[in-house]
């Protein structure tokens, strides 16, 4: 038997960079590396949820569940901004 597990992939991730990259202009000073960690701490706080299509979960999300998945990734992206440039500045500041 052959499996195929290429499409499997956690809901959160493509919305995760997207948001990320959107937001990245208010934040001129962040390089590429600076946005992958702001990536992965903001896909940390959040729960995994694995499909294989989108559309999928999308069609049986409820909208008081879609409103929440915004608001838990809202504020996962805005602690993560804050925590990588937290880091940062004490990493500049020791250096």
């Known amino acids: 038997m052959i499996f195929n597990f290429e499409q499997v992939h956690n809901y959160y991730e493509r919305l995760v960079f997207e948001d990320a990259a959107r937001m990245s202009v208010d934040y001129p000073d962040f390089t590429s590396d600076m946005l992958g960690d702001v990536a992965c701490v903001a896909l ?6 694995y499909v294989r299509h989108d559309v999928d979960m999308m069609f049986y999300l409820t909208e008081h569940e879609r409103h929440a998945i915004e608001t838990s990734m809202a504020e996962a ?7 990588v ?3 940062m500045a004490k990493r500049d500041a020791l250096a």
């Not at 940390?44 to 949820?49: E, F, I, Q």
């Open 85 to 87: 440039a937290e880091r």
């Open 44 to 49: 940390n706080r959040l729960p995994a949820r």
């Open 77 to 83: 992206l805005k602690f993560a901004f804050a925590f």
